[in-house]
């Protein structure tokens, strides 16, 4: 099983960063909330700080925890871990991704997820907190 995290990242106008897995990776072309694999001895909230700023070179915070989603791609068993982050500072330069937008929930349902992502995905566009 690997263990990933997942920013839910909200700006100052309540809209939510979402990025586009590049071409090359597991998952390309789909979007995502950002994050990564969380490493040995690491807390998700400290994963997301370390992933986020390797891989879009910005810093959040991560305030509240929002659920967990087990999902297997192929044999390959993800669980899923995602939390509530604010958008601290940074320009974000991409690594992992090919394109990213700030969206309002209202547009989620517009993006192509992948599929660990859906049940956030949902839960955000019913308007639940996770």
């Given at each position: 099983m690997i263990q990933v995290a997942a920013?839910?990242?909200?700006?100052?106008?309540?809209?939510?960063l979402i990025a586009r897995r590049k071409e090359g990776k597991s998952q390309a072309g789909l979007w995502e909330f950002p994050g990564g694999k969380i490493e040995e001895?690491?807390?998700?909230e400290e994963c997301?700080?370390?992933?986020?700023?390797?891989?879009?070179n910005i810093a959040i915070e991560p305030y509240e925890f929002v659920g967990v989603n087990d999902h297997w791609y192929g044999d390959v068993h993800i669980?899923?871990?995602a939390w509530k982050a604010t958008?601290?500072?940074?320009t974000i330069?991409?690594?992992?991704?090919?394109?990213?937008?700030?969206?309002?929930?209202s547009e989620?349902?517009?993006?192509?997820?992948?599929?660990?992502?859906?049940v956030f995905v949902r839960k955000l566009s019913a308007g639940g907190e996770g």
């Amino acid at each position: 099983m690997i263990q990933v995290a997942a920013a839910i990242i909200e700006d100052e106008q309540g809209q939510l960063l979402i990025a586009r897995r590049k071409e090359g990776k597991s998952q390309a072309g789909l979007w995502e909330f950002p994050g990564g694999k969380i490493e040995e001895g690491e807390s998700g909230e400290e994963c997301l700080r370390r992933e986020l700023m390797e891989e879009m070179n910005i810093a959040i915070e991560p305030y509240e925890f929002v659920g967990v989603n087990d999902h297997w791609y192929g044999d390959v068993h993800i669980r899923l871990f995602a939390w509530k982050a604010t958008y601290q500072a940074g320009t974000i330069t991409l690594a992992d991704h090919d394109e990213y937008c700030w969206i309002a929930k209202s547009e989620l349902g517009l993006f192509e997820f992948a599929e660990a992502d859906k049940v956030f995905v949902r839960k955000l566009s019913a308007g639940g907190e996770g």
